[in-house]
Every structure is written in structure tokens, then in C-alpha cells.
């Protein structure tokens, strides 16, 4: 399993609401209570430069 180099949290505008550049870790939480009900696309860069996305959904 890769580090986690940077996160990005995005609404469905493409606004980024939550982005940490050096997260250097394998697991990382992100506290969603400053988030609303909604869809979210959660977008990680790997320490080999690999990008993963994925949608969140909150309800």
C-alpha cells in the first residue's frame, strides 16, 4: 500500500474545500462535521504520483 502524499476535497462545482500537501501517511481521517449533506470527489495523490478519485456521498 502506497503513502498518501497530498489530499483534495472537492464539491461538484469544483471548489476545493479541504486540500493537506503533505500527508505522508498510508490512512488519513478527515473530520467531516464542517461538511453538509452532500457529494463530494475526494481526490489522493500516492507517494509514486499516482492519483485515485472518488466520490463521496453524505447524507
Do not use: C, H
Not at 14 to 36: A, H, P, T
Not at 43 to 59: E, F, G, R, V, Y
Amino acid at each position: 500500500m502506497e503513502q498518501i502524499k497530498a489530499i483534495s476535497v472537492f464539491d461538484v462545482l469544483g471548489r476545493i474545500l479541504y486540500q493537506d500537501m503533505s500527508v505522508n501517511q498510508k490512512e488519513l481521517i478527515i473530520n467531516n462535521s464542517s461538511f453538509s449533506n452532500d457529494t463530494y470527489i475526494l481526490k489522493a495523490t500516492l507517494s509514486n504520483d499516482l492519483q485515485k478519485k472518488q466520490k463521496i456521498i453524505l447524507k
